[in-house]
Structures are given as C-alpha cells and as structure tokens.
C-alpha cells in the first residue's frame, strides 16, 4: 500500500487528451453520439438530459479526475461494504488504528448546518441506498438535498 500513498498520482486521462477531443472533434455534430458516451462513461447515462451542443464544454471538465490512492480506497469500501477508513493490511493497521480492521466512519458524529447532499439517479458512483445511508447517518441539519435530474 506504500507504493499508492507516495505514487498515488493522478488515475484518469489527461485533460490535454480530453480537451483535444472536444476542441477538434466533439463540435463537429456528425460526432455527437462518440462524444456524448464518453461524457456517459464518467458521468452516468442519461441521452434525454444531454444538452448535445454543450459537449465540447462538458468534456473539457471530464473527467474530473482521482488519484490511484483514492481508487484503491474506492475500491475496499465496496468489497467490505463498509465505509471505512483505508486499509493499509493487517500489520500497518495495528500501527495506525490499534486495530486489525481501519475503523468505520462515524457520520452520525457530524453536526454541521451546512451540509448538501447532491445526487443524481443516473450517476454511477451515487447509488440511491448509499446516499440513502449518508442522509440517515447524518444528524445535523443538511441544508439542502437535492436530487439533479440530467446534466446542468
């Protein structure tokens, strides 16, 4: 796990690579369908909610973009089902939670007023019982919950 903490560096593509594609590619109508699934890829699918001539601007903020370390983290919360802290291995967690597993996050800890819970139903990494689990663990006041239908 060493190696994603220190080496953990950017996961996605370029942005020159995505902004090269929008620039010169994505204006060109003829190109709508290519341009708009790789939007899809990142962003979830929703062809009825995309604003077809603001692809190029779309894609030249896609992906947003992650790092290995945040992937890999990603990654054992969905195979633990848990939303815990990252698992450095048996050995590093003793040294660093006094515990064999990381420890689960405890929401119902945080109080704030200014918190907003933004989702959509076509995003694929905002499954609807996840975010129905946050919104249950919180216990402050959210200030907003807002469901995004389609792309803004």
Request: aromatic share 14%; hydrophobic share 40%; glycine share 6%.
């Amino acid at each position: 796990m060493d190696y994603f903490y220190w080496k953990g560096g950017p996961f996605l593509p370029s942005h020159d690579l995505i902004d090269l594609i929008a620039e010169r590619v994505c204006e060109f109508r003829i190109f709508g369908a290519l341009c708009s699934n790789i939007l899809f890829l990142f962003a979830g699918f929703d062809s009825k909610q995309l604003n077809e001539t603001r692809l190029p601007v779309y894609l030249a903020h896609e992906p947003a973009g992650s790092s290995a370390w945040n992937v890999v983290h990603f990654g054992q919360e969905m195979l633990s089902k848990e939303f815990r802290k990252f698992d450095f291995g048996e050995k590093e967690n003793l040294k660093k939670y006094g515990s064999k597993y990381p420890p689960v996050y405890n929401l119902t800890k945080i109080k704030s007023r200014n918190i907003a819970l933004l989702y959509s139903e076509n995003d694929w990494l905002a499954d609807p019982k996840d975010v129905q689990f946050i919104r249950e663990q919180l216990r402050g006041e959210r200030s907003e919950n807002l469901k995004i239908i389609g792309l803004l």
